[in-house]
């Protein structure tokens, strides 16, 4: 009881210890003046105006995910999957020969694979491997920048 009279006395006195002090409308202001300087340093520099590069590089990263997918597939089957069987061999058993004989329940993947643009990706069984590519955001062949084919081999 005794402590709640004396914090009533210095309250009402204007006496506030340091330690019960909270911010002061000055130093809320500080914070959000320097918040605001921060945040327009970001969309100066163009941090929120590159989508196109972001989806690019999610196509790469989905390009390992892929990848290593058709490495488990290879794994499990003594091969990768045909030109003809495609990608969509990671995501639902093929009935085409050579027709997979330990392909795991569930498939690779849960769905077929679009790159960062919604489009589908290129697949293609080699001597050495196989070949994947996404046509980049104009989904042509070719093309420069954003619009350049992002391939990975294995």
């Not at 989508?51 to 989905?62: C, F, G, L, Q, V």
């Not at 491997?129 to 619009?147: H, Q, R, T, W």
């Amino acid at each position: 009881m005794k402590q709640f009279c004396d914090s009533e006395v210095r309250h009402k006195q204007g006496r506030v210890s340091h330690s019960e002090a909270g911010l002061t409308l000055i130093e809320m202001l500080i914070v959000l003046v320097i918040i605001a300087i921060i945040a327009g340093m970001v969309v100066m520099s163009g941090i929120l105006n590159r989508p196109d590069e972001a989806r690019a590089t999610t196509t790469k990263a989905s390009m390992s995910t892929i990848s290593a997918a058709l490495k488990m597939y290879r794994l499990d089957n003594g091969n990768y999957p045909t030109s003809e069987q495609g990608l969509k061999a990671l995501v639902e058993k093929p009935a085409a020969a050579p027709v997979p004989q330990a392909w795991t329940q569930g498939g690779y993947l849960s769905e077929p694979p679009v790159d960062g643009w919604g489009n589908p990706y290129t697949y293609a069984a080699t001597p050495e491997g196989f070949e994947i590519k996404s046509l980049g955001k104009d989904g042509k062949p070719g093309g420069e920048g954003i619009d350049a084919d992002i391939e990975q081999k294995g």
